[in-house]
């Protein structure tokens, strides 16, 4: 099962509680955002939420990676993969959140935004590539990068929930 990773916002100050889940200090609308974000079948008002926390944090840079981060997840979860691949660059490269579970989020994005009139799988792997380069025992990114040697039909596909650790 292939897992997009949420950059958590809750009431506890900054730490790192296991892989996949980075907590960050958050107000109301961070934690309505993260809630979508986990939510697997999220509607347009978790959008509209996101956009909130991410306006609503301009001054507090980690939160609003967070915010950012899932956004983007919330983005994929209702097919706009091209938004969420924005969104994960947006992280990445506005708020410096260069981690290898980013990486692959935006890698996942791109794997799901391709098709045969668009296609980004190049860029896919080049994410999952820096992921491995940052984690270089990642499985996710090692089985993305192996299903991707593999034809079209005979992959594995399976974005149906997100896991946070």
Known sequence: ????????????????????????????WARRCYLHAVD???DEDAVRDCDRAV???????GNLGASVVNRGVVRFRLGDYRAAADDFTLAIDGFGMKTARVFINRGLAWEMASGPDLDLEG??????ARALKLDPDNEVALERLRQLE???IEREVVFDRAVTS
Do not use: F, K
């Open 150 to 152: 593999r034809p079209y």
């Open 1 to 28: 099962m292939i897992a997009l990773v949420l950059a958590l916002a809750a009431m506890a100050g900054p730490r790192t509680d296991g892989p996949g889940i980075t907590l960050l200090a958050g107000e109301d």
């Open 40 to 42: 697997t079948m999220p």
């Open 123 to 128: 860029l896919a792997r080049a994410d999952y």
């Open 55 to 61: 306006a609503s944090q301009a001054n507090i840079r």
